[in-house]
Every structure is written in structure tokens, then in C-alpha cells.
């Protein structure tokens, strides 16, 4: 019988309690109310570890970066205990063939029952690079990609390059770069995007966590993303929120806006057109977010951030998502309304003041 989760951390020396606590945390980090944190550690003590292959492609390994460094669960937890991770070209002390042979031995053993996790996306253009933009033991990145996938039962596709192309995929786009869940032949395993570049730690420890937990993939949005982190814009949870509604704008670097931390909208925030979890959950273990440090969203987990570009470039409609298009009329319309019902206020108030001499005459 295989070693379960638990199994593993009782023969680490850890105790019922940190593992319980563990559990807590890990269902707050998903977003789960405290009842599932029962669920998490049934799953964690009888089910087997989840065999997974780690693919890497054109990337820069960012997404690996910022996964060993979760805190929610600790990406070690993760790597030693709640998974098997099998193959991971990055992290693995195996190398050259023995390495790759590793690959063939977790498809032909766990046909159907490992997760295929692809950080970055192959080259498909061969007619202009030769199919030598990415290659891996020798094969095309391609190649190796599809027969993994061809069994897996999940793919998960690690930050905005395997979900959406990201840089590479960028015009001109030398290298036919293209997203994982467009790929011909990639098979019919179901694909969970968790895009970001990099994504939130927290968010991609706790993707695998629910697969393990529950054994069926999170809720989906319409593009293939987690709702758990996915389903609210940057700029629905952002601190600075209320200065937008309030019209109170950094219109320069280093201004006093900025200094007294007024929204970076002008300055080319993208939070409105954003969708991930950075402004709730925050990284580096919950410390902070680029708006925080003072830097606008760039909206790296949108498809084709990269080729929309200017990061510093405003956003000028977004009537779609039912926020103001012009900024600069949004204090002017806040302040007109509070000024009214300022006004209203103290009228009403000065006639009953009169109502009230009127009667004790």
C-alpha cells in the first residue's frame, strides 16, 4: 500500500496538532470555510500520493520561483509528502537519461491517475526554427509534452506562458509559441490555468491541495481558471479602492499622491481588468502586492497582456466591466454628489431646527 500524506509527516516527527493546524490553514489558504479543514486531513490520511510530472518548456522558470517559496502550505510539504513529484527537471537531483527515463516509467505505472503539471509552452513553428526551439533529452519539448499528457488525468498549466503564450508568444512570435490547451493532439485530460507570471505561490500549492483533497478539479471559470482565485478583479479588493471612488489620482512618480498612496489608475493600473488574487492573498507569504509597493498591476495573468503592452499606458474604456471610462470625472461626480446630499442634509435639518422654534412659541 502507498504511503499516504500523513503517513509521511507522523515519520518526519510531526504531530497530530501541527498536522491538524496545517489542514486549518490550508483550507483558509483555498478560501474554505473551517469545516473543510476536517475533509483535508481525512483525504491527507487515507488517500496515496498524487504522482506528478513536471514538464518545463519556453519559460523562465518563474513559476517554480515563486512555488518553493509558499508558506500555505509549505512548498516542502507539498514536494516531500502531498504529492510525488516524480519528474521536475528544475528541483530533481537525477540527470541526463536517467532522468527522462523517469518520465516513461510514471506514464506506463500510473496510466490515468498522475497530474501533468507544464510550466512554460512549446515552439510550434518548425518551418521557421526547424522544431530546434525547445528541445528536451534530444525530442522536441512537443513530443514529450504529448505523450505525458496523453494519460494524465489533469494537466495543470503553470503561469500565463502555458496558459496563454505570455512573452514568447509575443509578436512576432518566432517560435510558433503556443498555449497548452491549444496544442493539437494534446489529448482530452481536463486543463486547470493558473495564470500569473508568476502565479501566487499560495494560489498554485493550493490547486494541487484540492485535487488531492476532493479528487475532482476546483470550480472553473469560462477561460479554465480556478473561481477560488480567479472570480474577482484586482481593483474589486484593492486597498486603494476607495481614493478611485473618491477621483484621488498619483498623476506622477513620486508626487504626493503616491506618497499618500492614492490610486495608480492614471499610471496604468490594470486591477480593473484583472482577475486574480494578489490584492487578498498578496505574496510573499501575505506580506504584499505590486500596488502596494507602490507599482501598478500590469495584468500578468490576462490573456495577451504582453502584446496589449504599456504597462504605464492608462485604460480608457472599460465600460464592459462597469467601471467609470474617464477617471477624471469620477471625483468631480463624487464630489457633486456628496456635496448635494451635504446640502440637503443641512436643509432639512434647518427647517426642522424651525419647526421645532415654531412649536415651543
Known amino acids: ?11 518526519q516527527g510531526i504531530t497530530r496538532r501541527s498536522f491538524l493546524k496545517f489542514c486549518s490553514l490550508t483550507a483558509a489558504a483555498m478560501g474554505l470555510g473551517p469545516a473543510f479543514a476536517g475533509k483535508i486531513a481525512h483525504a491527507m490520511e487515507t488517500k496515496p500520493r498524487i504522482p506528478v510530472l513536471w514538464l518545463h518548456g519556453l519559460e523562465c522558470t518563474c513559476c517554480s520561483e515563486s512555488f518553493i517559496r509558499s508558506a500555505h502550505p509549505l512548498a516542502k510539504d507539498v514536494i516531500l509528502s502531498m504529492i510525488s513529484l516524480d519528474y521536475d527537471s528544475v528541483i530533481m537531483a ?74 514568447q508568444a509575443a509578436k512576432p512570435n518566432p517560435t510558433g509559441a503556443t498555449p497548452i490547451h491549444k496544442v493539437p493532439d494534446i489529448g482530452n485530460a481536463p486543463i486547470i490555468k493558473v495564470p500569473g507570471c508568476p502565479p501566487i505561490s499560495e494560489v498554485m500549492t493550493a490547486v494541487i491541495t484540492y485535487l488531492l483533497t476532493f479528487e475532482r478539479l476546483p470550480s472553473l471559470d469560462r477561460q479554465g481558471r480556478p473561481k477560488m482565485f480567479y472570480s474577482q478583479r484586482i481593483h474589486d479588493k484593492c486597498y486603494r479602492r476607495p481614493h478611485f471612488d473618491a477621483g484621488q489620482f498619483v498623476e506622477e512618480w513620486d508626487d504626493e499622491g503616491a506618497r499618500k498612496g492614492y490610486c495608480l489608475y ?79 442634509h443641512a436643509a432639512v435639518s434647518a427647517l426642522k431646527r424651525t419647526q421645532q422654534k415654531e412649536g415651543q412659541e
Open 1 to 11: 500500500m502507498k504511503e499516504t500524506f500523513y503517513d509521511v509527516m507522523r515519520r
Open 94 to 167: 537525477a540527470a541526463g537519461h536517467q532522468a527522462e527515463e523517469i518520465v516513461d516509467e510514471v506514464i506506463d505505472k500510473h496510466k490515468g491517475k498522475y497530474i501533468l503539471a507544464c510550466e512554460g509552452n512549446p515552439g510550434l513553428d518548425e518551418g521557421a526554427t526547424g522544431g530546434m526551439s525547445c528541445i528536451v533529452g534530444g525530442k522536441p519539448y512537443t513530443e514529450q509534452l504529448r505523450k505525458a499528457a496523453k494519460d494524465a488525468m489533469a494537466i495543470i498549466s503553470w503561469g500565463s506562458c502555458a496558459s496563454w503564450g505570455c512573452v
Open 266 to 344: 492614471k499610471m496604468g493600473c490594470k486591477g480593473p481588468t484583472t482577475y486574480n488574487a494578489c490584492s487578498t492573498i498578496r505574496w510573499n507569504g501575505g506580506l504584499s502586492f505590486p500596488i502596494q509597493a507602490g507599482h501598478p498591476c500590469i495584468g500578468c495573468s490576462e490573456d495577451g497582456f504582453w502584446d496589449k503592452g504599456g504597462f504605464y499606458n492608462r485604460l480608457t474604456s472599460i465600460d464592459q466591466f462597469g467601471i467609470e471610462s474617464n477617471a477624471d470625472k469620477v471625483g468631480i461626480a463624487a464630489a457633486t454628489v456628496v456635496g448635494g446630499a451635504v446640502a440637503a
